[in-house]
Nanobody
Framework: QVHLVESGGGLVQAGGSLRLSCIAS????????MGWFRQAPGKDTEFVAT????????DYIDSVKGRFTISRDHVKNTVYLQMNSLNPEDTAVYYC??????????????????WGPGTQVTVSS
């Protein structure tokens, strides 16, 4: 069983930055893809970013390309989401997740089977 916990959320002004962390415990996530998703109030869960097991292959939703960076630290069993140039449209609860199958990351939520409880990110204008 894998236990994921996000941290690093908070309130930030537009244009600011936050770094989210997702710490895994129980089992190593080193050989699995990891992803970040978000859900804004009244909206569906949305893919944000994903990385393969190595951290060398990443993918992002168009709206965050050039602003967000996903990375991972195998030693710390942790995945990060560096978020720069935040805007109010980025306000959401952010979740990290681990893929069902080792190897690649994915844009599709149904390809993940372990999720964290989420961390709130609020960007004020």
């Amino acid at each position: 069983q894998v236990h994921l916990v996000e941290s690093g959320g908070g309130l930030v002004q537009a244009g600011g930055s936050l770094r989210l962390s997702c710490i895994a415990s129980g089992q190593s996530v080193s050989y699995f893809g990891m992803g970040w998703f978000r859900q804004a109030p009244g909206k569906d869960t949305e893919f944000v970013a994903t990385t393969d097991w190595s951290g060398n292959s990443t993918d992002y939703i168009d709206s965050v390309k050039g602003r967000f960076t996903i990375s991972r630290d195998h030693v710390k069993n942790t995945v990060y989401l560096q978020m720069n140039s935040l805007n109010p449209e980025d306000t959401a609860v952010y979740y990290c997740a681990r893929t069902k199958i080792p190897g690649s990351g994915s844009r599709w939520y149904y390809q993940y089977n372990f999720w964290g409880p989420g961390t709130q990110v609020t960007v004020s204008s």
